[in-house]
């Protein structure tokens, strides 16, 4: 069983940027891919970031270049470094574990956290 609590969300201008941080309970953290996913207000959930179990990145082409997924196993930490943000990156994200290898579909991973709302104004 693996918990997730994620961090950092906030109030942003436009080309602000923030940190959200996803702290992973268990000692197999090492074990997982990670990744991030977010959902506007009547939307779906969609993919943002995945890195695996080895570190190997993925991302969803509207936030590479502006985004960074990392992580560090010695602090079961997994971060999303936001720069160069926009109003249309506002969302809930939610950060979701699964074994080893990332995907960008939500239904392949196992654990979630209970997001953490990140708003942009224009």
């Known amino acids: 069983q693996v918990q997730l609590v994620e961090s950092g969300g906030g109030l942003v201008q436009a080309g602000g940027s923030l940190r959200l941080s996803c702290a992973a309970s268990?000692?197999?953290?090492?074990?997982?891919?990670m990744g991030w996913f977010r959902q506007a207000p009547g939307k779906e959930r969609e993919f943002v970031a995945a890195?695996?179990?080895?570190?190997?990145?993925y991302y969803a082409d509207s936030v590479k270049g502006r985004f960074t997924i990392s992580r560090d196993n010695a602090k079961n930490t997994v971060y999303l470094q936001m720069n160069n943000l926009k109003p249309e990156d506002t969302a809930v994200y939610y950060c979701?574990?699964?074994?080893?290898?990332?995907?960008?579909?939500?239904?392949?991973?196992?654990?979630w956290g209970q997001g953490t709302q990140v708003t942009v104004s224009s």
């Open positions: 890195i695996s179990w080895s570190g190997s990145t």
């Open positions: 979701a574990a699964k074994i080893r290898y990332y995907s960008d579909y939500d239904k392949d991973y196992n654990y």
């Open positions: 268990g000692r197999t953290f090492s074990s997982y891919a």
